[in-house]
């Protein structure tokens, strides 16, 4: 189908926690929906920005808009470039490097106009499109929250149970980072599990997302790749994106079944 005719189809559409000790649980609640969230913010995170995960560790966390951004993992929060550079726009988080050098927002988009990171200017453009509407948005597929498990070692053995957090934290960044092998730029894929706002979102118990969005090329998918895509969404239902300068617009399709005539 034509680019022209694809167009066709379209519609355009135009979180307060502190840093606690055990946020694997995550059992605090969002103290407003996403809806509410100012323009500017009052409370500053602190991040490091870790170029072997590709992603941003909060090392000092303020406010309440990463109760239902980042995921967390071994009592850590790391945000995702796009979740890291929405949060920097809105100036609700700092970012710094290695050697607490301050990092600009051009030196996150330039990752992220290189396609790195997993993420594209497209797919920050649907991401911040999303979040703007209020919609609490995550990788799809990827958890929020994994429990932390009890370490298991004699209460004086210090050593041993440094070196067994030692070794869940390497085990963790390994984990994440097999997230990005995965991960390829364009084509036709799941990419956002997207939640309604809620002002009692848990990451340890998100629930079912209202809807996975699947990102579009300029072209229409076929039945045989919508088909597909339905039998990997276990019953969520799906919904199509495409970014045109810009612009971002959503899709979605139904079957009908048309009768058969003599």
């Known amino acids: 189908m034509e680019t022209d005719k694809w167009r066709s189809f379209s519609e355009g559409t135009s979180d307060s926690e502190g840093y606690g000790e055990d946020l694997d649980d995550d059992d605090h609640c969002c103290a407003y929906a996403s809806t509410d969230i100012p323009n500017l913010q009052k409370d500053i995170s602190r991040s490091r920005w870790l170029d072997h995960l590709g992603m941003a560790e909060v090392v000092e966390r303020k406010g309440g808009l990463l109760t239902t951004t980042g995921i967390v993992r071994n009592g850590k929060i790391y945000c995702f470039i796009e979740e890291t550079l929405y949060l920097a726009e809105v100036g609700a988080l700092h970012l710094f490097s290695n050697n607490d050098a301050p990092l600009s927002l051009e030196h996150i988009y330039n990752r992220v106009a290189e396609g790195k990171s997993g993420c ?29 498990s009890s370490v298991n070692c004699i209460s004086n053995q210090d050593l041993l149970e440094t070196a067994e957090i030692g070794y869940k934290e390497s085990r963790d960044s390994i984990l994440i980072s097999e997230m990005f092998s995965n991960m390829q730029i364009g084509g036709l894929r799941m990419v956002f599990d997207v939640y309604p706002p809620n002002s009692r979102f848990r990451k340890s118990a998100p629930g079912d997302p209202c809807f996975v969005l699947c990102l579009a090329s300029e072209y229409p998918p076929s039945k045989e790749e919508i088909e597909d895509l339905e039998r990997h969404s276990h019953g969520i239902p799906l919904k199509f994106c495409l970014v045109e300068h810009g612009r971002v617009s959503f899709f979605s399709f139904s079957k009908v079944e048309l009768p058969i005539l003599p």
Do not use: M
């Not at 999303?130 to 990827?142: D, E, F, N, T």
């Open 120 to 148: 594209s200017l497209e797919y920050f453009e649907v991401y911040k499109h999303l979040k703007s509407l209020g919609y609490i948005v995550g990788r799809h597929g990827i958890p929020w929250s994994v429990r932390r």
